[in-house]
C-alpha cells in the first residue's frame, strides 16, 4: 500500500497515483492488479480508502435530477432546443414548462424565445436518449426574466456551492443578492441595483478562478470585507465573453 | 546524401551544437486560447506549433455520430508562412495522412466511450516548421486534450530519432532530417510503457533501431516531465495568452 501523491495534489493523466487495495473513485483507473492511475488533470483525493481526482476543467455531463440553466437554441412546435453546455442538446417540452400550454392554439414562442435563459432540472437523461428538461417541479424553475447570468467553469461548481451550500449562503447573505448557481455552470445573480449585482460577480469569478486553493473561504469572506467599506468602486471588466445581461 | 554536408562531427557534434542523445531547447505552455476547449502551444528548436481542441460536442452531420464512442477528428495543417517556400493552404496528401497517423498516436490514451454520438477535434496548425512538427503536435495535442478535461489512460509524448552521419541521433531538426539517412518518429505512453506510434524513413539495421527506441525513450521521459510541468503551471499561477 503505497501513495505516491498527498492529499490535493495536483495530478495529471497517466500519473500512478497508488498500489495496493483501493477503492476507484471518479477519474481514476486501475491497471493490472494494484497500479491506480489518474486519467484527467485534477487535484488528488483519498478518503476512506478509496482514490479519486477532482477534475479542474471538463465538459458538463448531464445527470438525472441536476437543476440547469440553459439558453433557448431553436423553438419547435411543442418543444424548445435548450444549451446547457453540455455535449449534448436538451430539450424541454411544452408540457414540462410551468404554465399550462396548449401547443396547438397556443405559440409557444410567446413564452421562451431564442436567446432566453431557462432554469429547470434534468428529467431524464441516459445512454441513449438526449436530455429532456423539466421546469414545473420546483416554483423557481422558469424563464430567466431578471438579473445576470455567468458563465463559470462546471468543474468549479462545488466550490462555488460550499459544502451543504455554505458558501453561497454565506455570498447571499452578505452581498443582499441572490445567487443561483446551476449544476451545468451557469449562475443567475439577481440584486436589487447593478453595484449589488457587479459585486456578486466578481466574488463568483474570484471563487471559480481559486477554486484548486486552499482558504478559500477566508479569502472571499476578507473580499467582501473590503467591497463593502465606503470608497471601493467595484466593476466587472466588460469582456467577460460568457456573461449576458437578461 | 550529400557529401559536402558534414551534419556530425567526429567527437559526436551537431550542426547545432548538441550531442547525439540531447533533444532541441523545448517550451511548452498549456492553456492559450479562449474559445476552444483545451488549448497549448509548443517550441522544439525552430519547430512553432499551436494546438486547439473543441468537444466533447454534438457530431454534425448526425449520422457521422457514433452509438457507442466519440469519434476524434484531427487537423493536422501547415499555415502557408511555416516554411521557406510558401506553401499552399489546401491540405496537401501529406498533411491528410499526417492527420490520420497522429489521430491513431492520440485515439489509444483517450476514453473514448464516455463521450458517446459526440466528436472530439484536434486542431494542429504548425505556425513555423522545422522537422518534427508531427511528433511536437502529438506531444501539444495530448497536452491540449488533458487542459480541455477529457480523460485518458495517459499522456502521449513522442520525438524522432534518426541516422546522421552514420549515428543514431535524437530529436532530429531541419537540415538533419533533409540530410540524414533515416528518421524515425516514435509516440508512447510513458507511464504505461506503450508506443502509439512507429513510422520509418529510410534505413535502419536492427541494432540501431533498437539504439533508436532506446534513445527516444530517454528523450521522451524528458518531454513527459515537461508536459507534466505544463499542465500543473495551468493551475499554479498567472495565464498569459499568446
Redo the contacts between chains.
Keep these: 500500500m503505497t501513495v505516491y501523491f498527498k492529499h490535493r495534489d ?1 495530478v ?5 497515483l497508488a498500489r495496493g487495495r483501493f477503492r476507484v473513485g471518479a ?1 481514476v ?1 486501475k ?1 493490472g492488479e494494484d497500479s491506480y ?1 489518474a ?3 485534477g487535484s488528488f483525493e483519498l478518503q476512506n480508502g478509496v482514490l479519486s481526482v477532482r ?5 458538463y455531463m448531464p445527470r438525472k435530477g441536476d437543476r440547469v440553466i440553459g439558453m433557448v437554441v431553436d423553438i419547435s412546435m411543442g418543444s424548445w432546443s435548450v444549451d446547457i453546455r453540455s ?3 436538451a430539450t424541454l417540452p411544452a408540457g414540462r414548462f410551468p404554465v399550462r400550454i396548449n401547443p396547438v392554439l397556443d405559440d409557444i414562442r410567446k413564452y421562451l424565445k431564442v436567446g432566453d435563459y431557462v432554469y429547470a432540472e434534468i428529467a431524464e437523461f441516459d ?1 441513449f436518449r438526449a436530455p429532456v428538461l423539466d421546469a414545473t417541479a420546483s416554483r423557481e424553475f422558469g424563464p430567466i426574466k431578471q438579473g445576470v447570468v455567468v458563465a463559470i467553469e462546471p ?1 468549479r461548481v462545488p466550490r462555488v456551492i460550499g459544502r451543504n451550500g455554505s458558501m453561497i449562503k454565506l455570498l447571499n447573505k452578505e452581498l443582499n443578492a441572490n445567487i443561483v448557481v446551476a449544476q451545468n455552470g451557469y449562475v443567475w445573480v439577481r440584486g436589487n441595483d447593478s453595484t449589488a449585482i457587479n459585486r456578486a460577480v466578481r466574488i463568483v469569478k474570484m471563487i471559480e478562478a481559486e477554486a ?1 486553493t486552499q482558504g478559500l473561504t477566508s479569502r472571499v469572506e476578507e473580499m467582501l470585507k473590503t467591497l463593502k467599506s465606503p470608497g471601493v468602486q467595484p466593476s466587472v471588466s466588460g469582456e467577460e ?1 460568457n456573461s449576458g445581461g437578461v | 546524401m550529400s557529401e559536402s554536408v558534414v551534419l556530425i562531427t567526429q567527437d559526436g557534434v551537431r550542426l547545432d551544437g548538441r550531442r547525439i542523445d540531447e533533444l532541441r531547447p523545448v517550451k511548452m505552455q498549456v492553456g492559450v486560447l ?1 474559445n476552444c ?2 488549448s497549448a502551444y509548443i517550441e522544439q528548436g525552430k519547430t512553432k506549433i499551436l494546438v486547439a481542441v473543441q ?4 457530431a454534425h452531420p448526425k449520422h457521422i455520430a457514433l452509438p457507442g464512442r466519440a469519434i476524434l477528428r484531427t487537423r493536422y495543417h501547415m499555415a502557408p508562412f511555416s516554411t521557406d517556400e510558401r506553401k499552399s493552404p489546401a491540405p496537401s496528401r501529406r498533411e491528410v495522412e499526417l492527420s490520420k497517423v497522429i489521430r491513431e498516436a492520440l485515439e489509444p ?1 483517450l ?1 473514448l466511450e464516455e ?4 466528436v472530439i477535434d484536434v486542431f494542429i496548425e504548425v505556425l513555423q516548421a522545422d522537422a518534427g512538427t508531427r511528433s511536437a503536435g502529438i506531444t501539444a495535442a495530448s497536452i491540449a486534450l ?10 502521449v509524448t513522442a520525438v524522432a530519432v534518426g541516422k546522421v552521419g552514420g549515428k543514431v541521433v535524437l530529436d532530429l531538426n531541419e537540415a538533419e532530417d533533409e540530410h540524414g539517412e533515416a528518421d524515425m518518429p516514435i509516440a508512447m ?4 510503457n506503450k508506443i502509439t506510434l512507429l513510422q520509418l524513413n529510410g534505413r535502419l539495421t536492427r541494432q540501431e533501431l533498437e539504439e533508436g527506441v532506446n534513445l527516444v525513450k530517454k528523450g521522451i521521459k524528458e518531454l513527459y516531465s515537461l ?2 510541468q505544463a ?2 503551471a ?3 499561477g498567472a495565464q498569459v495568452e499568446v
Design positions: 495536483i495529471t493523466p497517466g500519473d500512478l477519474n483507473v491497471v492511475y486519467t484527467v488533470l477534475a479542474l476543467r471538463g465538459p455535449p449534448y442538446e445512454r468543474t484548486h465573453g | 479562449k476547449s483545451g468537444g466533447p460536442r454534438e490514451a476514453f463521450y458517446p454520438k459526440t488533458a487542459e480541455a478535461g477529457i480523460p485518458m489512460r495517459d499522456l505512453m510513458p507511464s504505461l508536459q507534466k499542465l500543473r495551468r493551475f499554479s
